[in-house]
């Protein structure tokens, strides 16, 4: 299993819990914003930083062409993507590997609040050097 470095796979396992705390009190059935404001919440109680709907810059041979966001920025070192779908697909892991290279970062986590448990099918970690640029 790839494993990320030891700072970022303590902020990835502090946000699985977080999440599980969120789908264990709302389960699933949700709209995706309804997941992000008590994601927000849950990782603002328990002192995670983080920033939301995070706007990044998407390069072409060096020059800006487009922004997009982030779902969430934990710490400035873990990339997050909330879903709320029938299932974590191949575009939603091609989504995030291309914020990770735009954003320069290693992790992200796919969290799908729409499973039964979030434990069997609602977490998928990507890394970036799996798929390199």
Do not use: C, W
Request: hydrophobic share 45%; charged share 25%; net charge neutral.
């Amino acid at each position: 299993m790839l494993v990320a470095p030891p700072e970022v796979e303590q902020l990835a396992h502090r946000v699985i819990g977080a999440a599980i705390e969120v789908h264990k009190h709302l389960g699933p059935g949700f709209v995706e914003r309804s997941y992000e404001e008590a994601m927000a919440i849950e990782l603002a109680l328990q002192g995670i930083r983080f920033r939301r709907q995070l706007e990044i810059d998407i390069h072409y041979k060096g020059r800006a062409v487009a922004t997009s966001r982030l779902d969430f920025l934990i710490d400035d070192k873990l990339l997050v993507e909330l879903k709320a779908v029938d299932a974590i697909g191949p575009l939603h892991v091609k989504q995030t590997l291309s914020y990770l290279a735009a954003s320069g970062l290693e992790l992200g986590l796919i969290l799908n609040f729409n499973v039964p448990s979030l434990n069997e099918r609602g977490i998928r970690r990507v890394f970036r050097s799996i798929y390199p640029e």
